[in-house]
């Protein structure tokens, strides 16, 4: 089960969860990536072509496949027992971000991946967005004034039918809002705290639909940063996903989720590869039997939950 470190094969991969995610980005990713096989699915509801099928983890580890490694799809809710059962059976872990629905299950997860000797990598597809990483260069050395996120899209057109997002541990609109701290921790890294969070939750639905923060996090010498960071479900018309740092030395400004990077006037973009960069990453991963897991991100989700103020705003419907 283990991968052999001398054999050119392609890691033997299942995929569980064959949802939006799944389809939209997994499956073409990991089809066009030769350091991949893909050899079995998993999902109550769904199947994949051309790869066995089976309902549960459970079913795919009692088929006795020669496996190496598990890609997680599924809503957090439910992901750390998939992990950890995947983790029993020999395989390394992959995980959609968030990547459980609270911090102690990562914990567990990650203590137990590491006594079992396996690969856990916690994605976060966003920090792979190509304006992400030069921003980051940039930023560096700069003195930071202000930051200020603005995160606002629409729950109908992103998520149609997903109910699970608006239950409890389904993370309301922190499920994109994570995306946004994933990359202003990743440009921007050290110090970070919530200090304020005002959170509308509709009636009937236990997870927000907007949610505003008040953050900060270290800047230069000693100094702290103010961040402000609004999060909008509900929003129709143009979708905006920016993130503006103003510093002593001008803007910098990454929209459309961090793959539009503008900067001293002048804007680069590039083609989304944020998924052949983790499967990239993945494979190294396993290769060097290393892992990755980051909860950074999660912990300010989990401190917005912990110091917010909830509002109750009218009911939802798709
Ligand atoms: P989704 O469309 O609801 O797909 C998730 C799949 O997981 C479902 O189709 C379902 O398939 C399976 N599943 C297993 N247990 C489930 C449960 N208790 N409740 C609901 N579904 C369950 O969700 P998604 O948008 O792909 O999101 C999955 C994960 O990817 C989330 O963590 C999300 O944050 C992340 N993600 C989503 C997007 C996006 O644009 N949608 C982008 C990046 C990351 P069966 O019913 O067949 O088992």
């Known amino acids: 089960m283990a991968v052999d470190l001398s054999s050119p094969k392609p890691i033997r991969l299942a995929i569980v969860g064959i949802g939006k995610i799944a389809r939209d980005q997994h499956l073409p ?16 509801n769904a199947v994949v ?10 079913e795919l580890v009692a088929a006795g496949h020669d496996l190496d490694a598990v890609s997680l799809c599924t809503p957090p809710v439910g992901r750390a027992e998939i992990a950890m ?6 395989l390394d872990v992959m995980m959609e971000k968030p990547p459980a629905a609270t911090l102690s299950e990562v914990a ?22 190509a304006g992400v990483a030069p921003a980051r260069q940039w930023l560096e050395g700069r003195r930071v004034e202000r930051v200020t996120i603005d995160w606002r899209e629409d729950i109908r057109r992103w998520h149609p039918g997903q ?12 499920d994109p809002g994570i995306n946004a701290l994933s990359i202003a921790t990743e440009i921007l ?8 969070a005002e959170m509308h939750v509709p009636e009937g639905r236990m997870s927000p ?24 479900f509900l929003h129709e018309g143009p979708q905006q996903w920016d993130i503006v740092v103003d510093t002593d030395g001008g803007r910098l400004t990454l929209r459309m989720g961090g793959s539009v990077l503008e900067v001293d006037g002048q804007v680069s973009e590039a083609p989304d590869a944020e998924y052949a960069r983790l499967y990239g990453k993945f494979a190294e991963l396993v290769r060097t039997r290393a892992s990755a897991v980051d909860v950074t991100p999660l912990r300010l989700v989990a401190d917005a939950f912990l110091v917010g103020r909830r509002t109750i705003v009218p009911a939802f419907a798709w």
């Not at 059962?85 to 020999?90: K, L, P, Q």
């Open 29 to 44: 990713a990991i089809a066009q990536d030769p350091r991949f096989e893909l050899v079995a699915a998993v999902s109550r």
């Open 163 to 174: 109910d699970w997002i608006l239950e409890a541990g389904g993370f309301g609109v922190f």
């Open 108 to 129: 567990r997860i990650e203590a137990h991946a590491v006594a079992a000797g396996r690969t856990l990598f916690a994605t976060w597809h966003s920090r792979e967005a």
């Open 49 to 58: 072509d051309g790869v066995a099928n089976y309902r549960d983890i459970a």
């Open 85 to 90: 059962v995947a983790i029993d059976a020999g």
């Open 209 to 232: 639909l907007a949610a505003d923060l008040r953050l900060s996090c270290d800047g230069l010498a000693g100094a702290r940063v103010p961040v402000t960071a609004a999060f909008d």
């Open 189 to 196: 890294p050290g110090g970070w705290t919530v200090d304020d």
